[in-house]
């Protein structure tokens, strides 16, 4: 089971992009699929990565962090083999890795995949 990410990048406030996740070996398709992401100097100050938007393929629910609810959408394409989120109207705040996760079972996100940075420069 792994998760590559890509599509970050540099990019001024107000620009878009859009982050891909490829899902390869898995059995079926995981519980939930997120996206988190880490600010830097985050994890050394003991803040844990922070979940920026979810997906449950089984029901089609879909949340999203308060900070980009309305500039961000999660999507699963391609018959299920790749997570979509694309960010809008981006902020400086948005600055951070990252990271692609699966719960293959209801519970914690198991699967991890390695990130990809985002810059965003005003």
């Known amino acids: 089971e792994q998760l590559v990410e890509s599509g970050g990048g540099s990019v001024q406030t107000g620009g878009s992009l859009k982050l891909t996740c490829l899902l390869s070996?898995?059995?079926?398709?995981?519980?939930?699929l997120g996206w988190f992401r880490q600010a830097p100097g985050s994890e050394a100050r003991g803040k844990e990565r922070?979940?920026?938007?979810?997906?449950?393929?089984?029901?089609?629910?879909?949340s999203y962090h308060g900070s980009v609810s309305g500039r961000a959408t999660i999507s699963l394409v391609n018959a299920g083999t790749t997570l979509v989120l694309q960010m809008n109207d981006l902020r400086t705040e948005d600055t951070a890795m990252y990271y692609c996760?699966?719960?293959?079972?209801?519970?914690?996100?198991?699967?991890w995949g390695r990130g990809t940075q985002v810059t965003v420069s005003s």
């Open positions: 922070e979940r920026v938007a979810a997906f449950w393929p089984g029901d089609g629910e879909k």
């Open positions: 070996g898995f059995k079926k398709t995981p519980f939930t």
């Open positions: 996760a699966a719960a293959v079972l209801p519970g914690r996100f198991t699967v």
